[in-house]
């Protein structure tokens, strides 16, 4: 008598809890506006990786991606169009990253316009070679918004000129 009333998978109240917990933690580790990874949840996985990083042969790789001059866009167009220019800018990296089959790689949201990918057991090619096609999409796909329609979040000059810098400095971390 005791062990039918115990819960079980099956019952409609135990699925209930599951799925509010998991909707709970979902809204833990997930900024609200982008949908990315946030910051405590990224770092909290950086820390994991770096920690348990068993040999030097491993790669870890860290790009920063910061929006060029996003007070312009905020002050030019409007809060809601700087909201739609970085949710047009995060959807476009899941995307690249969703395509690249590379389950591993972590995006997040770690400041009002900065964002990381964190690129876990990839080659140093295969990471420029995914941040180049980011820099590619993000330059060419528009941001749509109530105030109008525009494009380039993102300059290309100074992340050009420090390219050799970035490389280095990335990988003899």
Not at 66 to 81: E, Q
Not at 150 to 161: D, K, N, Q, V, Y
Request: aromatic share 8%.
């Amino acid at each position: 008598m005791i062990a039918g009333a115990l819960p079980w998978e099956g019952n409609p109240v135990i699925q209930l809890l599951k799925a509010i917990q998991d909707r709970l933690h979902l809204l833990a580790v997930t900024d609200e506006l982008t949908g990315a990874f946030n910051r405590r949840h990224a770092f909290t996985i950086g820390h994991g990786l770096f920690n348990t990083q068993q040999d030097a042969s491993s790669h870890i790789a860290l790009a920063v991606l910061d929006v060029d001059h996003f007070k312009r866009v905020n002050d030019t167009y409007g809060h809601s169009a700087g909201d739609a220019a970085l949710k047009m800018l995060t959807q476009s990296v899941q995307e690249i990253i969703s395509a690249d089959g590379s389950v591993d790689v972590i995006f997040a949201r770690v400041g009002g316009e900065e964002f990381m990918v964190l690129f876990p057991a990839l080659e140093p090619e295969a990471v420029f070679e995914t941040c180049e096609e980011i820099r590619r999409e993000i330059q060419r796909r528009p941001v749509l918004s109530a105030a109008g329609t525009f494009h380039r979040l993102h300059r290309r000059g100074p992340a050009e000129a420090n390219r050799l810098f970035f490389r280095q400095s990335l990988f003899e971390c």
